[in-house]
C-alpha cells in the first residue's frame, strides 16, 4: 500500500493530487499525520482529492485509525487515513 506523510506545512492541493494519482491505479492508499496541523492538512486534502476522482465515477472512503511510527528513534502516535475507493 502507497504511504503519503504529511506534515502540518504540506500543502493539500499537493497532496490531494499525489492521492487522487495512486488511487486512479489501486484501491487504496494510507496517509499518516502526526500532530493536529498535520491532521488538518490531511483531512483537507482527502476533501479536495474527492472532486478530483469524482468526474471519474470514482467515490473515495476515508478510514480513520491510531498508529505507532517511529520518528528519530522515539515512537509517536499517528493518526492514519486509509482512503480507498468504490
Do not use: C, W, Y
Not at 29 to 38: D, M
Request: avoid cysteine; glycine fraction near 6%.
Amino acid at each position: 500500500m502507497e504511504v503519503l506523510k504529511v506534515s502540518a506545512k504540506s500543502q493539500p492541493k499537493s497532496v490531494a493530487g499525489a492521492l487522487a494519482a495512486i488511487l486512479r491505479n489501486k484501491t487504496e492508499a494510507e496517509i499518516q499525520a502526526v500532530g493536529a496541523g498535520a491532521v488538518n492538512q490531511a483531512v483537507k486534502a482527502i476533501a479536495i482529492a474527492r472532486g478530483f476522482v469524482a468526474p471519474n465515477g470514482i467515490d473515495l472512503v476515508m478510514i480513520p485509525a491510531f498508529s505507532e511510527i517511529e520518528i528519530n528513534g522515539e515512537l509517536r502516535t499517528a493518526i492514519k487515513f486509509i482512503v480507498e475507493h468504490r
